[in-house]
């Protein structure tokens, strides 16, 4: 487990360097980062992990344990490249603690393609705000 979580914070750093700014509706691909099934489980997550990196870890362990509708983890660590349409960004969390320092994330809402073929929606943890509507 440890090395799974030395991993995740490996690759989700790397994902925490400014982008180019996208809007919502833009389809992106993403790694490094965790996604969840809904926004109220990456805010614990986050909520967690303002306390310690560690208090973060266990309640992403608990989320990657509960299974959804479908039969998968309702949160995972994605660090192979995955397809994204953009949603709202819905929280912004400052001071966040990584191995690295304390960061500042969005989390986003997003729709994406399970394996199955069927479209989810769920919500990830970004490095940077998705601007709403146009030219925002």
């Avoid at 799974?4 to 691909?29: H, I, K, N, W, Y």
């Avoid at 953009?86 to 929280?91: D, Q, S």
Wanted: with cysteine.
């Amino acid at each position: 487990m440890l090395r799974l979580l030395s991993a995740f914070a490996g690759v989700l750093l790397a994902c925490l360097t400014p982008a180019t700014a996208e809007q919502v509706g833009d389809e992106v691909s993403l790694r490094g980062t965790i996604l969840c099934d809904t926004a109220e489980q990456v805010t614990h997550v986050l909520i967690a992990q303002q306390e310690s990196w560690e208090a973060g870890s266990e309640v992403f362990q608990t989320f990657r344990r509960t299974r959804n509708h479908v039969g998968d983890s309702t949160c995972g660590f994605m660090g192979n490249p995955f397809d994204v349409v953009l949603g709202n960004t819905v929280a912004e969390f400052v001071d966040v603690y990584f191995p690295a320092g304390l960061r500042t994330v969005w989390i986003v809402e997003v729709k994406y393609q399970h394996p199955s073929g069927i479209w989810m929606d769920g919500a990830v943890v970004l490095g940077e705000p998705v601007l709403v509507g146009e030219g925002a």
